[in-house]
């Protein structure tokens, strides 16, 4: 009874007097929390629970139960070519793991069955999705990195490729790209030593345009080993062109017509080779623990596709989340504002309380859902290996959650343990505002978002196992 009485005083106590934990964090910084018990209303504290922030990635918990409540565990992507009269139509349906070999063994099959020679045309179909390949609010500054590669229905190679630069003697920098990427990258970028980069604050900086072409240029620091890079793929259906071109060389066959953008037409088509991809809970499995954008919006299309019975897009995927959530799960997401299914958007809205209320019926249903398993653990799996504040006792091993991160806002969405590590506590962390001072010294300093989370997560442990 003293327990209860004392967590009801301390709990109350958070309206009148600061949380201690948030004065690491710099001014300015705003925080939504909300740490409760899951087996009853014991609150330990509920700090702007109804106001709105970005959920950065924490979303893709919303996004993961709504595939697994519409889609169910069965679920695949398939890609499949068909011969059509002269010519060959592949389907494509979003598969966020297609990779070149796939689709090599899909023409491969192809020449299996009917010889080298494709005397029409290679149509590639993409009319699984429509619209935009980035959502509204995605930041232009950094499209032409792998983590916002477009959510596309011709997707290959995760719409990355990946090279590498290498800094000279001669002030200058050459790049490498591996000979199966069919992108051009230039580069003006110099070689600078640490003083001079200081000196003039100069970065590697990146253009990109609709045909596959990146420019670097800025300065890179001298090394003695290559940065590799990863780019995302500016034209997916560009990129799958050039590649089924390389292919159709390397597999020796001949075309007579040309590999094009198309959607199959209303013709008779015979089912030559399909692929499929992992099942919906290896996906998510994936898309959880490395948070992993180009599942999640593909996903988001597919719930789209699927739920209206129509071409996938970010709007329609969007507002089937909703929809979903609130007819098989009584969530209601309406006044939320959801323009991806990844959380790479800053236009993203929703309230710590809303997702307080996703938590609560993964864990209420987590015999038939089983997401907790695919959600990092601290300190030792997914995003959380490595994470500052989780490597050490008592936060490493006894919580498991998804963090989320953009410019100025760091989020975790999760679970507190208990002694004998089951989820016995919910718990969200919304920060957003966020911008410390920069350190201009060379001393190392602990991040003030370490510092606070640090803190809280020893209150969400000693509440948990209390």
Not at 52 to 78: C, I, M, Q, R, W
Not at 306 to 332: C, H, P, R
Not at 362 to 369: G, H, Q, V
Not at 394 to 402: L, M, Q, S, V, Y
Request: net charge positive; hydrophobic share 35%; with cysteine.
């Amino acid at each position: 009874m003293r327990i209860l009485t004392a967590l009801i005083f301390f709990s109350f106590s958070f309206s009148v007097f600061a949380y201690t934990p948030l004065n690491y964090l710099p001014k300015g910084s705003v925080s939504s929390l909300i740490v409760e018990s899951l087996d009853s209303s014991e609150e330990f504290i509920s700090l702007n629970s109804d106001r709105f922030y970005p959920p950065a990635s924490t979303l893709k918990l919303v996004t993961a139960l709504a595939a697994k409540l519409e889609l169910g565990n069965d679920f695949h992507y398939s890609t499949s070519l068909y011969k059509s009269g002269s010519d060959v139509v592949i389907a494509f349906s979003g598969d966020p793991t297609l990779k070149r070999e796939h689709l090599k063994q899909l023409l491969r099959d192809y020449k299996k069955k009917y010889g080298n020679q494709i005397t029409g045309n290679i149509f590639l179909d993409n009319s699984a999705f429509t619209g935009y390949d980035r959502a509204v609010g995605w930041p232009w500054d950094i499209l032409g990195v792998c983590y916002s590669a477009p959510a596309s229905a011709i997707t290959l190679d995760e719409n990355c490729a990946q090279a590498s630069i290498y800094t000279q003697d001669d002030g200058r920098t050459r790049v490498y790209i591996p000979a199966h990427y069919p992108i051009t990258v230039n580069t003006e970028t110099s070689t600078v030593s640490r003083s001079g980069q200081k000196a003039t604050q100069c970065s590697l900086e990146l253009t990109t345009t609709p045909n596959n072409e990146y420019q670097l240029s800025g300065c890179l620091i001298e090394r003695k080993k290559p940065l590799p890079l990863k780019f995302a793929i500016q034209n997916p259906e560009l990129y799958v062109q050039n590649v089924t071109s390389d292919l159709i060389a390397e597999l020796k066959m001949d075309i007579k017509g040309q590999v094009t953008v198309k959607p199959a037409s209303s013709a008779k088509m015979t089912l030559v080779s399909k692929h499929q991809s992992p099942s919906l809970p290896s996906l998510l499995n994936t898309m959880l623990k490395e948070s992993d954008n180009l599942i999640a919006d593909n996903l988001t299309k597919t719930l789209g596709a699927t739920f209206f019975v129509q071409a996938g897009s970010f709007n329609n995927g969007t507002e089937a989340i909703k929809q979903i959530l609130l007819s098989k799960a009584g969530i209601d997401l309406q006044s939320a504002k959801l323009t991806d299914g990844s959380g790479l958007s800053r236009n993203n809205r929703m309230t710590a309380e809303s997702m307080t209320q996703v938590l609560h019926y993964i864990w209420e249903n987590e015999k038939d859902l089983n997401l907790l398993q695919s959600m990092p653990k601290s300190g030792l799996s997914g995003t959380l290996r490595y994470r500052k504040s989780m490597r050490k006792a008592p936060i490493e091993g006894n919580i498991i959650a998804k963090s989320g991160s953009l410019y100025g806002s760091y989020n975790m969405a999760g679970f507190g343990l208990n002694k004998d590590g089951q989820p016995n506590s919910v718990f969200v962390q919304f920060v957003r505002d966020y911008y410390p001072v920069k350190n201009n010294t060379d001393t190392p300093v602990i991040a003030p978002i370490t510092q606070f989370e640090k803190a809280f997560y020893k209150d969400v442990i000693k509440f948990s196992q209390q």
